[in-house]
């Protein structure tokens, strides 16, 4: 790649997953066609993952991706702190999910697993539900202290449920979920999900649901044992204050930091004191994304990535818009 292509406001190709559990509203609600798919569960908007790498889709870096881009453009592009630790890995994952059924219980291991069992990152995540049928639940947590015997006694008498903690959600719900909490995201929810660069997930339960030829999805029980944190706590849902026309944080942990935009107007968001890129997620309306005369538009269900050499961001809109706003710590 020249050097003389220059860095702007970056747009990557969808990566369309198909789930046994996935269905429409990625078509029907984000206006993206994923045929010849019979349906999707998960959009993968910006992915370093081996295997599922983003290819830039817009401007004259289209066609290059996400690690040949960090491999030329280094700390301009992530920031010199994000370089150093990651090298040409990027460290995050920007998904739309869609389950028009229950996902299957399950749990991520932390780095230090991770990184032993897969030479991977661990995977902790966030999800922002931004459309939920009436009576959607997900699954967060335990509802009570346990331990390893008590949740395998569960476990293997088909009790596990009795032991989890489940939530009722709405639109503008928000979840953190750190490697180790046991979840589920549950039918009739679309949410984006932001996470740690990873793939890894133990199966613990699947409904004893069979694929199209009668075939039971691999569990992952052995695995799960040192993976899971036993533990009960009080807040599994993010609490944050419902603002208009104000940057609203809504997840600070050691791996991102997210905020919540919600804007009528136009804003500047400055970040000069931010050693890091800057991804912007929408889950409503549309926008248009400056920087020093670049420009990218931005819809419901599109996410961009601001590269670090350009710490002040320029947002335009007419209809007004909601966007995620992530970077690292």
Known sequence: MSQKNYLYPLKFDTIFKEKIWGGT????????????????????EISGVPGNLSVVSEGNLKGNTLPDLIDTYKEELVGSKVYEQYGNEFPLLVKFIDAAQDLSIQVHPDDKLAKARHNSLGKSEMWYVFQADKGAKLISGFNKNTNQEEYLEHLNSGRLTEILNEEEVEAGDCF??????VHTIGKGLLLAEIQQSSDVTYRIYDFDRVDDEGNKRELHTEEALDALDYKYYSDYKTPYQKSVNEAVPLVESQYFQTNLL?????????????DSFVIYTCVAGEAEISTQGHNAKICMGNAVLVPKKFPEVHIRTKSGFKMLETFMP
Do not use: M
């Not at 509203?25 to 993968?44: H, M, R």
């Not at 919600?262 to 931010?274: Q, V």
């Open 25 to 44: 509203k990625i078509k029907d609600v984000l206006q993206k066609d994923f045929s010849p798919l019979k349906n999707c569960g998960e959009t993968w």
């Open 176 to 181: 953190y979920l750190p490697a180790g909490r």
């Open 262 to 274: 919600d804007f009528s107007t136009g804003i500047i968001r400055e970040h000069y004191e931010r």
